[in-house]
């Protein structure tokens, strides 16, 4: 059985912050900060060293290529020896100079190349020559030149290094040691920012270029379905506008907002739009960046956050999911009282009692589990408000709703009043994604506009799962029928039941059939009536599987589950069973007897839970006995349609259902 899915609303989510300035990333998001101003900016930059040895690396290619090319087109042409004597003999050899059995020098007059032919138009000659003494040679070719008046000189197969030389050379293992060192630094600091350890926690990383402040502001007109909240937060954008107003009264801002709410409910949306609105830098981050297992890394990023602020305040830190660093502290488990979790929550308790309030710094948070915090941070002068984000009545869904389609193009047919109407309990974050799912599917289909069919299969996927393709034998088909139909006729004819939106015995999910009922206004209180009502109709597929088939299949596990705690919560907690009294037995969490409560009360309360059921059990069976024709043409019509509207499941009852005027 798939029975209303309470699921949370919420305004909306917001696009993700980028980053607003360049600089080392640090743990924290930020929005709408100043554009740093780089011509005043006179802090020294640090060299970087990869870019001075590419320098160099191409200036000495550079270099070298045109002295190799000059050295290939204007040096010495080489010459075989041969050639060379005979020039000497000659007396052509105007002066030669050796270095070993290396013979360079040059002519009196030039001559063809003898590689060549010289009888040849465009032969090409040389004056400037090299060659090599063969080590066979006997002759006297000092003699030779003397006798032909060149002149000879020599220079040494050795020669002393130069004074820099020298100093390059001595140097050149620290050089390499340095560097070393310094390669093996930068490695170890890179792989520590990716292990999210000190070296990357304290803002090692990449340069993150500024983000333009106008393409992510959020405003409260970004805002919808709760205009409570949106109420106490426009003081605390009055008082960023305009502080002297309050000062001049004695009164401060208030140093800490906590927003505590379901999931989803739009908690960082409003923190973003409470910036947006007033026109303040907004630095945000998530209270799991600040724990590292190095201790003290915390502690440093919320000094250097708080900083940060400082320095362009009047600005809004926010803090999500500060419970991860606010837990209580007498529940925590810490090693000597001095774990980073408690060193973290200490730094940020001393920053937020060193405001005087004159700073313009105001400190937003949100937790989904405000019960849990410690007393230290809820305590007046830290968190001075703690604001409720509840999920959106009907008519903040249809504003959400509004908000979140003002891109899409909508189709005659859709009414956003009535999807409202239909997804009671879902929050702005639903909304959010039944609308892209609807967008989704009239995009696959080439669709222009989105219909109301498409945002009735998107409601239909996210309430009851998506379809599966799976062949049911007739016997389980059938059966799955009757349990469906057990359901969904109890809920039409039980007193105060919520009216059944549809049936499908199509495979959704992990369940083979569903049956949605959903209430026609949100309801804030139940009474034990409508969640006695709520257990009969949980257990009337296994009723009808027991009446028709005279069996009891798996397929009524959830529907067990849903009537036990439904059961659990009147006897244990809201005071609804005779035999245990107005007497809270059932803790949310944790064992009872922790509470107190002693074995005999909790056996009682067993026993309450167990004839409350049997008795719902009881009815619901007694329901489908007198009415097994009604229960027969559901099923009739279910084989047949395989999914059955509002309008056709009581029609195939034959029961006619009044709507209440709104």
Known sequence: MATRKDVSPSAGNGEAPKPSREGPPKPWRTEGLPAPDHETDDRPQRPRWWRVLIYLGVGYLLVFGSLSVQDGLGGPTEIPYT???????????????????????TLREPKPVPTQDASAENASTYQRFTTHRPTFAQDDLLAALETSGTTVSAEPLTQERGVLLNLLISFAPMLLLFGFWYWIFRRSRKAMAGMGGMFGGLGGGKKRKPVDPESVRTTFADVAGIDEVKAE??????????????????ARAPKGVLLSGLPGTGKTLL?????????????????????????????????????????????????????????????????????????TLNQILAEMDGFSGSEGVVVLAATNRPDILDAALL???????????????????????????????????????????????????????????AALAAAGAGQSE?????????????????????????EDRRRTAYHEAG???????????????????????????VTLSTPEEDRYGYSAEYLRGRIIGALGGMAAEEEVFGVVTTGSE??????????????????MSERIGPVSVLPKEGDPRMAGVSDAMLSTVDEEVRRLIESCYAEARDILRDNQSRLDNIVAALLEHETLDEDKVYAAAGISRLVPAR
Not at 233 to 250: A, M, N, Q, T
Not at 558 to 575: F, K, P, Y
């Open 83 to 105: 050639d060379f004597t005979v020039q000497v003999e000659q007396h052509n050899v105007a002066e030669v100079f050796s270095r070993g059995d290396t013979i360079e020098g």
């Open 233 to 250: 937060l426009s003081e605390v954008v009055d008082f960023l506008r305009d502080p002297d107003k309050y000062r001049k009264l004695g």
């Open 558 to 575: 959830s529907d067990l589950e849903t009537c036990t705690n439904i059961a659990r919560g009147m006897v244990g907690r809201w005071g």
């Open 487 to 513: 359901h969904a006729l109890i809920g039409m004819l039980q007193p105060g039941a919520d009216p059944v939106r549809k049936v499908s015995i199509i495979p959704r999910g992990r369940a083979l059939g």
């Open 271 to 343: 923190a973003r739009a409470t910036a947006g609105e007033a026109d303040v830098p907004f630095f945000s981050a998530s209270g799991s960046e600040f724990i590292e297992m190095i201790v003290g890394v915390g502690a440093y990023r919320v000094r250097e956050l708080f900083e940060e602020a400082r320095k362009v305040a009047p600005a809004i830190i926010f803090i999500d999911e500060i419970d991860t660093i606010g837990r209580s502290r007498s529940n925590a488990i810490s090693v000597g009282g001095h774990d980073e979790r408690e060193q």
């Open 379 to 437: 305590r007046p002068g830290r968190f001075d408000r703690n604001i409720v984000v509840n999920p959106p009545d009907r008519n903040g869904r249809t504003d959400i709703l509004r908000v979140h389609t003002r891109k899409v193009p909508l189709a005659g047919d859709v009414d956003l009043d009535r999807v409202s109407a239909a997804t009671p309990g879902m929050t702005g974050a639903d909304l959010a994604n039944l609308v892209n799912e």
């Open 450 to 474: 989105v219909t109301a069919r498409n945002l009735s299969e998107a409601l239909e996927k996210i309430q009851l799962g998506t379809a599966r393709t799976v062949v049911l034998p007739a």
